[in-house]
């Protein structure tokens, strides 16, 4: 009766631990089988590709140009499975990336620091930006010049760390869509990377670095692989030379990586979060040998228990890092996420350290 008891116990603990380890997951990809990412032939023009799509009755969603691919709604691939001026067909997977002040979120602890607050905190130096001995590089460079492009849910364009520091941006979601923030995850990133010095709120790693902000992700944390990789395409065009990704999921896409591909001969630095998997290996697009893949620390220089430990590059400040928040606010969050923005921030000020 006790060798029963036991195993049933080993099998509910089990049972539990599967059950946490999907809980806690940062981020994840699912497919919506019906939504595909079709690639064509480099030399197959807008006018043909067009041709090919209604022949089929398969609806275009939108062009992803530099990598010669549409978006499209179809019943089946076998529609189009056999047409030679496509190279290949994906799931347009749709990424899930947690972000909101929600006590019951165990992915990424959110909480406000005070619930009535003065509407201009005194500034503080959050100790992941202490711990990347920004300050001691702050003389000599704030990364002025240096232009980072966050692949986020956006950034609040209104908030008053960051207003001076965003130079522009882009909604890969609605073309004519704002890039402000109305999520918070986005922002909290880009207080961590370059909240400006102001005397207010905080102070980020890089507070002199040129913003741009492209939303990707929408007020529930989700978007399509297509989106990240029309952002990337965006960021190649407009010559930026920082791209941070603080997501992550566990499917390959080939049509992301060779977007990827592009920004990394174009001389793009790519910066990814490993992931929130208790221990794991790192997730896509930072398990791409192109991209420095982050890995989170708490603040005696441990990994987080929640980071990803395989693939990692670097590691970098992860637990209870206070950053600016959406509606001029500013949060305490955990994650590899926020790992991402401070060595991110610390890359910039390396950069122009060493010009």
Do not use: C
Request: glycine letters at 8%.
């Amino acid at each position: 009766m006790k060798g029963r008891v036991k195993n049933i116990l080993s099998i509910l603990m089990i049972f539990s631990f599967i059950i946490s380890m999907i809980s806690i997951n940062s981020s994840y990809a699912k497919t919506n089988s019906n939504r595909k990412i079709v690639v064509f032939e480099e030399n197959v023009d807008q006018v043909k590709k067009d041709k090919i799509l209604e022949k089929h009755g398969v609806t275009k969603v939108k062009e992803i140009i530099g990598t010669n691919a549409v978006v499209v709604h179809v019943s089946s691939d076998d529609l189009l499975i056999n047409e030679p001026d496509i190279r290949y067909i994906e799931d347009d997977m749709i990424i899930s990336i947690s972000g909101k002040v929600n006590d019951d979120d165990s992915t990424i602890k959110a909480k406000k620091i005070d619930e009535i607050r003065p509407e201009q905190p005194e500034e503080v130096i959050p100790w992941g930006v202490q711990y990347m001995e920004a300050p001691d590089i702050w003389a000599i460079t704030k990364g002025d010049g240096v232009k980072v492009a966050i692949i986020d849910t956006g950034v609040d364009i209104d908030h008053p760390d960051l207003v001076d520091n965003i130079k522009g941006g882009y909604n890969t979601i609605t073309k004519k869509g704002s890039y402000d923030d109305d999520n918070g995850h986005g922002t909290h990133i880009a207080g961590t990377i370059a909240a400006s010095d102001n005397e207010i709120g905080v102070i980020g790693v890089a507070p002199e670095v040129d913003l741009y902000s492209i939303k990707s992700f929408d007020s529930n944390g989700e978007g399509y692989v297509s989106d990240i990789i029309e952002a990337i395409e965006w960021s190649i065009v407009n010559d930026i030379d920082i791209i941070n990704m603080s997501f992550g999921f566990i499917m390959k896409s080939t049509a992301l990586y060779e977007s990827i591909l592009d920004a990394s001969n174009a001389g793009i630095v790519m910066v990814a979060a490993a992931g929130n998997n208790y221990g794991g290996y790192a997730e896509y697009p930072a398990a791409y040998p192109e991209v420095v893949s982050i890995g989170g620390i708490d603040e005696v220089g441990n990994p987080a228990d929640f980071s990803a430990r395989n693939g990692v590059d670097i590691w970098a400040p992860s637990t209870s890092i206070y950053s600016t928040y959406i509606n001029d606010d500013y949060v305490e969050m955990d994650g590899t996420s926020m790992a991402t923005a401070h060595w991110t921030g610390k890359f910039i000020l390396q950069m122009r350290t060493n010009n």
